[in-house]
């Protein structure tokens, strides 16, 4: 069964920084990758998809890469705003139609 | 309609009450899934639908657990004689499967509490 870590668990960080959301996966066997954000009391909302054919996508402040020979993935924000505070999921998709969640990096940017 | 709809939002039950929760997923898409997130804990996979038939219910976690779906929309999570485990946030997701990867659009959540 897919496992998928997240480090850190929890990050605080002052408004304006660079900051690097690691993922990895017990079986680097990965279809697609997707970042999500969720926020309190709510839904998630997809950031980032990284197809099977690419290795890197970016939106605007965010960049998401995947390292698929070592199963890791990495989101990169630059200059954090107190706006990006939450918290972030990454799914891996094992080509079965189901997303394997990780349990999440707890994101606060401090103004 | 715009987004995925889950209802209800909040839900306090008493061990041993059946429960039901509902997902109206974003219209014309034709996967819908169940997830489950406890506190503190990742969101566990419970069930898949393509249409009205589930491929892979594989996470369901016990025979209490059930789901339908009806006219390849909404779709029905029944917890019956539910016990304090259950207590945890229900999302449901709906994607179109077309040639592109598979995007998921997550509803707000159902919060179950079972006292």
Redesign the interface.
């Given at each position: 069964k897919q496992e998928v870590t997240q480090i850190p668990a929890a990050l605080s960080v002052p408004e304006g920084e660079n900051l690097v959301l690691n993922c990895s996966f017990t079986d680097s066997a990965i279809y697609n990758l997707q970042w999500f954000r969720q926020d309190p009391g709510k839904g998630l909302t997809s950031l980032l998809l990284i197809q099977s054919s690419q290795r890197e996508q970016t939106s605007g402040r965010l960049n998401a890469s995947l390292d698929k020979s070592s199963g890791r993935s990495t989101l990169y924000i630059a200059a954090s705003q107190p706006g990006d505070s939450a918290t972030y999921l990454c799914a891996g998709e094992t080509g079965a139609n189901n997303l394997f969640f990780g349990t999440g990096t707890r994101l606060t940017v401090i103004p | 309609g715009a987004g995925?709809s889950q209802s209800p939002s909040n839900k306090v039950t008493e061990k041993g009450k059946d429960v039901e929760l509902r997902c109206d997923p974003i219209s014309g898409h034709t996967?819908l899934?169940w997830?489950r997130q406890s506190l503190?804990?990742?969101?566990e996979?419970l069930i898949?639908f393509?249409g009205n038939s589930a491929?892979?219910k594989s996470g369901l976690p016990s025979d209490r657990f059930s789901a339908e779906r009806t006219g390849g929309s909404v779709s029905t999570l029944t917890i019956q004689r539910t016990q304090q485990e259950d207590s945890a946030v229900y999302?449901c997701?709906s994607s179109y499967?077309g040639p592109?990867?598979?995007?998921?659009?997550?509803?707000?959540?159902s919060r179950l509490t079972v006292l």
């Open positions: - | 995925v996967a899934y997830y503190g804990q990742g969101l996979f898949y393509q491929p892979d999302l997701a499967l592109g990867a598979n995007v998921l659009t997550f509803g707000a959540g």
